[in-house]
């Protein structure tokens, strides 16, 4: 049996990917696995969290499609663009490369469900197609659906204005997220209503409609949990061993007092929002863990490291789950990527969501509205107040859980 695994190299979606295939390696160790995967996103994901691989999987390099000394505008979505347009030529030609190198012809393929011409491939092949859902299965509706929702917002002008955004602010900002550029050339809808899906996802955690939905829908529907998360998660390794110097830091810090900070690795933000979210932290005196890529440091006001040394901490790179796992950890301030939010989840720590983009804006709804376990923050963008006020409020709720629970009696 060889199985080949596409992988889609952007947000956490390939680390999720690795991680399942990783889990299946390990229980089918006869099976030949064949992970296929960007240069630029299998470095990443290695260096991320995986030690070493099962000896069965083997991972091939796909063509990004970035052309040489390809300039960046510093859109997020120009990678994908670019890397969708070179699809799904760069995806064959790999899958030749594992045919010949491990003298076995493919018998399945397993693939990120971004990618949706993989089930051409396979179909051509005449194998099965197993796609994988890595975003919230709410998600996955707002594709089978697209149709109709194009519809309803073309009859109804002005729908979802009932509370204060009466320009029509928000509709547009939701047509948006439907059509995201580059995501709309990958024909999400195409591999709906098939057999299998893999859904990155708890049974559990659905809302009933949708999940009778998405069974109508598939007939087989997988809900394998949380991909790329243990659970429970495992016990903190000593501190010591942690090289970022995070673990220790947070040994340092009073239980549940500290705001972790980190926008994940594709996210920019805008400078003005840094500069009032960093003058927040350092006039609150709150203690902080900031993950902040070393390319993104300067846009700090000027001294802020060295003024906020005594209660703050800026990495480059932090030990997510680890990070929250650690009992000092009281809040996450997040872009809501699924992964974030899902590591969040499982260490049971609240959340503060400033969306960005893709799923962030449907994640962050679902995390403040639906599961209630966080707040979007005050005011939908950075401000010095709104940073102050939405810390608080999570904080002194944590600290206020924290004194109940250590006094019953109260
Ligand atoms: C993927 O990354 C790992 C770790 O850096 C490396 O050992 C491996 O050779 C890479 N695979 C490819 C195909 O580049």
């Not at 709150?286 to 890529?293: A, D, E, G, K, N």
Request: charged fraction near 20%.
């Amino acid at each position: 049996m060889h199985v080949a695994v596409f992988a889609f190299p952007f947000g956490c979606h390939a680390l999720a990917l690795i991680n399942l295939v990783q889990k299946l390696a390990r229980a089918a160790q006869e099976t030949q696995f064949s992970f296929l995967n960007t240069e630029k996103s299998n470095n990443s994901i290695f260096s991320a969290s995986i030690a070493s691989l099962p000896d069965n999987i083997k991972t091939y390099n796909v063509a990004d499609g970035v052309p040489q000394s390809h300039v960046f505008s510093g859109d997020p979505i120009e990678r994908v663009e670019l890397f969708i347009k070179e699809t799904p030529k760069n995806f064959k030609m790999a899958l030749e490369t594992a045919v010949a190198e491990t003298g076995q012809e493919i018998s399945c393929l397993i693939a990120d469900a971004f990618l949706s011409f993989s089930g051409s491939i396979a179909e051509c092949l005449s194998i099965p197609w197993i796609p994988v859902w890595i975003p919230v299965p709410h998600s996955l509706s707002t594709h089978i659906y697209t149709d109709m929702i194009r519809q309803h917002y073309a009859n109804s002008l002005g729908y979802g204005c009932s509370n204060s955004c009466g320009d029509g602010h928000d509709v547009e900002l939701e047509e948006k997220t439907l059509e995201i550029p580059g995501l709309s050339e990958l024909h999400i809808a195409d591999f709906a209503c098939r057999d299998t899906l893999v859904v990155n996802f708890y049974q559990e955690l659905y809302p009933e409609p949708l999940l009778n939905d998405l069974k109508s829908k598939f007939s087989n529907l997988l809900n394998v949990g949380f991909i790329s998360l243990s659970m429970p998660p495992p016990s903190l390794p000593p501190s010591t061993e942690d090289t970022t110097g995070c673990l220790s830091w947070l040994d340092s810090q009073k239980s549940k007092t500290v705001a972790y900070i980190s926008f994940g690795t594709v996210v920019n933000i805008p400078r003005s929002e840094m500069e009032e979210l960093a003058e927040a932290l350092e006039e609150s005196r709150i203690p902080f863990l900031w993950s902040l890529r070393e390319n993104v440091r300067d846009c700090l006001p000027n001294g802020f490291l060295e003024r906020t040394i005594m209660h703050g901490k800026v990495v480059p790179w932090a030990p997510q789950t680890q990070v929250l796992a650690h009992s000092s950890t009281g809040v996450f301030m997040t872009h809501c990527g699924a992964n974030s939010v899902y590591e969040s989840i499982a260490n049971g720590v609240p959340m503060i969501c400033r969306p960005f983009f893709a799923d962030n804006k449907l994640n962050a709804r679902l995390v403040a509205d639906v599961w209630r376990i966080g707040e979007r923050i005050d005011g939908g963008v950075f401000t010095k107040t709104g940073v102050a006020r939405s810390l608080d409020l999570i904080l002194q709720h944590e600290q206020g859980k924290k004194n109940s629970e250590q006094s019953p009696s109260h």
